[in-house]
């Protein structure tokens, strides 16, 4: 469960995605939680505390489909 945003981070042009976050995950370890293009999916702090990875992935997926359909 992420209990910290560390930082929000753009990534160059060659990456998979435009932006990144990275946390501080309830185990004490510190990594990247989601990637996205910042064009189609908008994510903020609020949206990743307190989630599991298994509700990121779902999060990002419901956001991505709701871009694609124009919602």
């Given at each position: 469960?992420?209990?910290?945003?560390?930082?929000?981070?753009?990534?160059?042009?060659?990456?998979?995605?435009?932006?990144?976050?990275?946390?501080?995950?309830?185990?004490?370890?510190?990594?990247?939680?989601?990637?996205?293009y910042?064009?189609?999916?908008?994510?903020?702090?609020?949206?990743?505390?307190?989630?599991?990875?298994?509700?990121?992935?779902?999060?990002?997926?419901?956001?991505?489909?709701?871009?694609?359909?124009?919602?």
């Amino acid at each position: 469960m992420v209990t910290e945003v560390v930082r929000f981070e753009a990534l160059p042009l060659e990456a998979r995605g435009s932006r990144r976050v990275i946390v501080r995950w309830s185990d004490g370890s510190v990594g990247e939680a989601l990637r996205w293009y910042d064009d189609e999916v908008l994510v903020s702090e609020g949206d990743v505390l307190g989630k599991t990875q298994t509700e990121l992935r779902q999060l990002h997926g419901r956001r991505d489909r709701d871009w694609l359909r124009g919602d």
